[in-house]
């Protein structure tokens, strides 16, 4: 199984900041990796594929970047709708997700 | 616009069976990998199983396997989850995500998830 690691566990960040958000796998997924965002209460939403392809409707402050073992997620000026979990996805084999990083307000 | 709707879920005892609906709308059901992912009261994300837009292909994580059953349904444009044996580590908000045309890949969209509760 790849283990994916997020760090760190919990970011604090003002509005208006950049948040960076990174993402480890225990072995190479190549670029086959996915961002998600997650609010309390609601099912999780997809933000990028292929380590830095933003998905239909999201905002170009969204930016994702690596390959291999190691990725970033990057809110260039964090919004007041951006406080959320964030979950990155392997898919190189089967699937695992990191264990989340919650972005709160600083 | 492209909906998954889930249902089935509910409290249920330690060996218990339970069966999970996910209706779709909005996009060609049929051409579609589907999958569900599962996630534990205030934990992580787990993917459990993927069944191919055909059907003839599915996958299980080793955590359900032997218990879980995905299947899918194109006329009613709906994919299931038969769980049986059902344990409190099952316990959590269950998923139903679609994947792509041609591979499971990411998952998206997501459905509004439906609870599962194991307890005696």
Known sequence: EIVMTQSPATLSVSPGERATLSCRASQSVSSDLAWYQQKPGQAPRLLLYGASTRDTGIPARFSGSGSGTEFTLTIS????????VYYCQQYNYYYTFGQGTKLEIK | QVQLVESGGGLVKPGGSLRLSC?????????????????????GLEWISYISSSGGSIYYADSVKGRFTISRDTAKKSVYLQMNSLRAEDTAVYYCARGGQYAMRWFDPWGQGTLVIVSS
């Open chain 1, 77 to 84: 000026s964090l919004q007041s709708e951006d406080f959320a």
């Open chain 2, 23 to 43: 209706a779709a709308s909005g996009f060609t059901f049929s051409d579609y990998y589907m999958s569900w992912v599962r996630q534990a009261p205030g934990k």
